[in-house]
């Protein structure tokens, strides 16, 4: 069964720094995803994408994120300067149709210190 | 803005107990409504769905959801848990006029004993 993959499953970045986060959606799927969770909070959305541009985007994806379909498979989230507080659980999502389910990846732990 | 509340945090049980979770949602349209798992160190998978339709909607696993319009929930509900049931789960919501985001609640961690 097809499914979305995460790369890497744990990043630890220092304050300041740069982060990639990497996701294959489902290959078919044409609508991709972010979400967080902060450690014992709700999953949140960041941003959707579809046709090469962001689609909505929370008040949480603010300057400091971006998202990138660089090469028509990977899906990609950059944090320029991460925070303490971008420390979460960090999953993409793919979906065939606009509203449909979402299929989820296992998530990027990452950890800002 | 769309919200959705999950009553019950932490659920104990032992197996073949029935199984109900709360599900409560607050949003002015017509939603897609959907139930996910989380087991312990994998990621999330769907159970369920309501588009439209029958309000009683069957997923894997044994579950079924009912859609009640009038109280905006969409309860979980197994008639027989096990102990391979015991996950964190998550209900959801997205708009059916448009909007893809999901909002989910803050999940309900299940735990079923032998």
């Known amino acids: 069964e097809p499914e979305v993959t995460q790369t890497p499953s744990h990043q630890v970045t220092q304050m300041g720094q740069e982060v990639i986060l990497r996701c294959v959606p489902i290959?078919?799927?044409?609508?991709f995803y972010w979400y967080r969770q902060i450690l014992g909070q709700k999953v949140e959305f960041l941003v959707s994408?579809?046709?090469?541009?962001?689609?909505?985007k929370s008040e949480i994806f603010d300057d400091q994120f971006s998202v990138e379909r660089p090469d028509g498979s990977n899906f990609t989230l950059k944090i320029r300067s991460t925070k303490l507080e971008d420390s979460a659980m960090y999953f993409c999502?793919?979906?065939?149709?606009?509203?449909?389910?979402?299929?989820f990846g296992p998530g990027t732990r990452l950890t800002v210190t | 803005a769309q919200s959705v509340s999950q009553h019950n945090h932490h659920v104990i049980l032992s197996e073949a107990a029935s199984l109900e979770l709360g599900c409560n949602y607050s949003?002015?349209?017509?939603?897609?409504l959907f139930w996910y798992v989380q087991y312990p160190g994998q990621h999330l998978q769907l159970l369920l769905k309501y588009f439209s339709g029958d309000p009683l909607v069957k997923g894997i696993k044994g579950f079924e959801a009912e859609f009640i319009k009038s109280k905006f929930s969409f309860n979980l509900r197994k008639p027989s848990v096990q102990w391979s049931d015991t996950a964190e789960y998550f209900c959801a919501v997205n708009g059916a006029g448009g909007g893809n985001k999901l909002t989910f609640g803050t999940g309900t961690q299940l735990k079923v004993e032998l």
């Open positions: 994408f579809y046709n090469n541009e962001i689609s909505e």
């Open positions: 999502a793919s979906s065939l149709q606009p509203g449909s389910e979402q299929y």
């Open positions: 290959s078919n799927h044409l609508y």
């Open positions: 949003y002015g349209g017509t939603v897609n």
